[in-house]
């Protein structure tokens, strides 16, 4: 069984930062994608970035309102992941998740508790 824990959220003014962080266990994830998504009040969850195994190293993708932001990372067990949150706005308000996406014939995600981010104006 797969655990996730993320920790980093919090109450930050606008233009602040906070660095999210995601350990998982149970499982090597070192050849899984891992990432982070979001969900605002009143609206769906959505992608913010992922760290996808490639057999050349981790690359990084990002949504659009993440690319020049919030850069994510990966700790080179692969078991744990980072995100870096700069230039926050209200709009950036929501649950964060940690996210790791097993590929294959039956993909699998595993997905963590959530921690809360609030941006004040």
Known sequence: QVQMVESGGGVVQA????????????????NVD????????????????????????YTSDYADFAKDRFPIS???A????????NSLTPADTAIYYCNAHVPGSVPV????????VTVSS
Do not use: I
């Open 74 to 76: 990966r700790d080179n």
């Open 34 to 57: 891992m990432g982070w998504y979001r969900q605002a009040p009143g609206k769906e969850r959505e992608f913010v970035a992922m760290t996808r195994w490639t057999w050349r190293g």
């Open 109 to 116: 995600d595993y997905w963590g508790q959530g921690t809360q």
């Open 15 to 30: 233009g602040g930062s906070l660095r999210l962080s995601c350990v998982a266990s149970g499982r090597t994830l070192v």
């Open 78 to 85: 692969g078991n744990a992941t980072y995100l870096e949150m």
